[in-house]
């Protein structure tokens, strides 16, 4: 701080940049971050990214009915949500640090 209660711009602009460098870095990491839902007791199993792209759909022969493709369906979605589930829960635990920080910048209207 200066004389005057001010904020040191420079002081924050540095902070901002890291913030922004360490944003951009987890977001790359929950990028390549892959993990997994299942529904049916394993039967249909989806690999999603941190970031919630759909990367993999496994569906066991045994799921497949052919007089019954609604259950697969239902399967399918129920791996993908959960799937999805796993993901926000790594987004929470790398980026919900540095929205907190966010809000403890000083000068910063957050």
């Given amino acids: 701080m200066i004389p005057g209660g001010q904020p040191n711009m420079q002081?924050?602009?540095?902070q901002a940049q890291k913030m922004q460098q360490d944003l951009a870095a987890a977001q790359q990491e929950l990028a390549e971050t892959e993990v997994?839902?299942?529904a049916g007791g394993g039967l249909v199993t989806a690999k999603v990214t941190g970031a919630g792209e759909l990367r993999g759909l496994v569906i066991d022969p045994k799921a497949v009915d052919p007089e019954d493709t609604e259950t697969l369906a239902d399967l399918v979605v129920a791996a993908v949500h959960n799937a999805n589930e796993a993901a926000q829960a790594i987004q929470q635990a790398k980026l919900g640090p540095l929205a907190q920080g966010l809000g403890g910048m000083p000068g910063l209207p957050f």
Wanted: aromatic share 0%; hydrophobic share 45%; net charge negative.
């Fill in 11 to 14: 002081a924050l602009l540095q």
């Fill in 36 to 38: 997994e839902g299942s």
